[in-house]
């Protein structure tokens, strides 16, 4: 059952006031298939609404905010994340079927967002550049004013301490549109974002259907940048929509990114890595390490050991906190199901074992490991967004490269070698946004740029970095006298 929340959830947040929006829909638990509460479906008059508040918090209380001041807003706010973990943590957990632990570190990391870019809101700052004699140049960092965030529905907290985090550090005003199967946490982060002072209108929510708020947003006129994060094909709409306004998009639109093993690699220290950076959050992560190609001299050794693991793994509702939860919806079941089709002629090596007594109205989808898989194959190739992982052997270090390299998207990649040499080889031939040495993902790390090459997308966000992206520099050339 939904905790007791201190807004409406059918409501939006709109220059500082939660108001009934046009119209509204059910959310599900994807645990059990029950409905949680009734969110709103946001119209077009309603996202118009939000970005005439978020510009009128620009030309008044919010606009004339200091960076320290924006800084201290958003630490106090990181504050009252931590102080609502519990809540926030039961509101992810229901909303979307990721397992307390799981939900529990999104949290954490959203009040490390906070944290992060509250420090930093008064870092950031121009250069002076050497020029004629007789004039001095200097450039100003300035906010894009208006900002637009669409946000996908697999780590709400995460994508929007990122997103949402650095977008105000920078004096944006943001309209928030979060995904219609995920928003519980957006509104409650909303709602302590004025309890720690953000002034009416410098953050507004507006969920709603992607086809509606989102095109409506992504289309807007008044919006001045747009973050957004999830699907190629969604990403690629949304582009085409804001080049309407020639309006600045970072997109981030997932990957299939590899971790490769090498014959002398600490198999020890990768194996939880192996595994788990494929199976968090169901596999619905756009990092998730979906493809695992391994030296043929350890191919069968860490086959079998990734095996065990699997069959170790517990599955079922959220709350239980088992190792993995539902996907997000039976939608999103059926279409992994349907991707799967094609894997009908490779080795499923494990599966994690199905409970006899999950819910019937869950999203369940059971683990499964395949392994050979040739590198061409659809299961290597496509985003899944599910508990799935492909084996892929290769024999020498170009091949490795090739393989890693062989798919439209570039996000992340993992190399696991005890070769110094060869790890800075790789660092350098792996086309991707990332690379993990000996590790993967690094816990994280709100401090390290994030984003994609190819059809992973373009911009960053996480870390200073993302600074950069929710800012625009403005050039000053003064002639002496
Ligand atoms: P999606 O990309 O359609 O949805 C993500 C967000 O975009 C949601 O807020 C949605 O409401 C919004 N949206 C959808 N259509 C829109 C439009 N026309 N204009 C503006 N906004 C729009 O993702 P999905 O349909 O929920 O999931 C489908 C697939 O997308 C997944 O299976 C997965 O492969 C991928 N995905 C990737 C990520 C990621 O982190 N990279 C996240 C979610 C989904």
Redesign the pocket.
Not at 150 to 155: G, H, L, S
Not at 177 to 181: I, L, Q, S, T
């Given at each position: 059952m939904l905790p007791t929340l201190p807004f409406d959830p059918s409501h939006v947040l709109i220059g500082g006031t939660w108001r009934g929006a046009s119209d509204t829909q059910p959310l599900i638990n994807p645990s059990n298939g029950e409905t949680l509460c009734h969110i709103a479906r946001s119209s077009q008059v309603d996202v118009d609404t939000a970005v005439t508040a978020a510009q009128d918090a620009l030309d008044g209380a919010w606009g004339r905010m200091t960076a320290l001041e924006r800084g201290r807003c958003l630490t106090q706010l990181g504050q009252l994340v931590l102080d609502h973990t519990d809540i926030l943590t039961t509101l992810e957990t229901l909303d979307v079927g990721k397992p307390v632990t799981q939900a529990r570190a999104d949290t954490i990391a959203l009040a490390r967002y906070c944290e992060f870019y509250g420090g930093a809101a008064d870092k950031v700052h121009g250069e002076t550049i050497p020029y004629l004699d007789d004039y001095t140049v200097y450039t100003l960092r300035e906010p894009h004013g208006v900002t637009g965030h669409?946000?996908?529905?697999?780590?709400p907290m995460q994508i929007i301490g990122r997103s949402v985090g650095a977008a105000l550090a920078m004096g944006n005003a943001c309209v928030l549109?979060?995904?219609?199967?995920a928003c519980l946490t957006a509104l409650m982060f909303a709602y302590l974002a004025k309890e720690a002072g953000f002034p009416d209108g410098a953050l507004n929510v507006v969920p709603g259907?992607?086809?509606e708020a989102?095109?409506a947003?992504?289309r807007h006129p008044g919006v001045h940048h747009l973050s957004?994060?999830?699907?190629v094909?969604?990403?690629r709409?949304?582009q085409t929509?804001a080049a309407e306004n020639v309006t600045p998009v970072t997109l981030?639109?997932?990957g299939k990114s590899p971790q490769i093993v090498f014959d002398d690699a600490d198999l020890d220290d990768a194996l939880p890595f192996l595994v788990n950076a494929g199976l968090q959050n169901a596999g619905?992560?756009?990092s998730a390490a979906s493809r695992i190609l391994i030296q043929r001299g350890v191919y069968d050794l860490v086959a079998q050991r990734m095996a065990d693991a699997y069959r170790a793994k517990t599955l079922g509702p959220a709350s239980n906190d088992p190792d993995i939860g539902p996907l997000i919806s039976v939608k999103?079941k059926a279409?992994l199901e349907s991707l799967l089709q094609t894997a009908q002629d490779l080795p499923c090596i494990a599966a994690t074992p199905m409970p006899g007594d999950l819910p019937p109205e869950g999203a369940y989808v059971q683990p499964r490991l395949y392994g050979p898989v040739p590198p061409d194959h659809p299961l290597a190739q496509d985003?899944l967004?599910g508990p799935v992982q492909v084996l892929i052997p290769f024999d020498t270090e170009e091949d490795a490269v090739r393989i890693a390299n062989g798919t439209i998207y570039g996000l992340v990649a993992g190399v696991w070698t005890r070769d110094g040499a060869r790890q800075m080889r790789l660092a350098k031939a792996l086309k991707c946004g990332q690379v993990f040495l000996n590790n993967y993902g690094a816990g994280g790390g709100v401090e390290l740029p994030f984003g994609g090459t190819g059809q992973s997308g373009h911009g960053r966000e996480k870390g200073f970095e993302a600074l950069y992206g929710f800012s625009t520099l403005k050039t000053v050339a003064a002639k002496h006298g």
């Open positions: 669409i946000v996908p529905w697999n780590y549109k979060p995904a219609e199967d259907l992607g086809s989102g095109a947003l992504a957004f994060t999830g699907s094909q969604t990403g709409t949304i929509l981030e639109l997932g619905q992560t756009c999103q279409r985003e967004f």
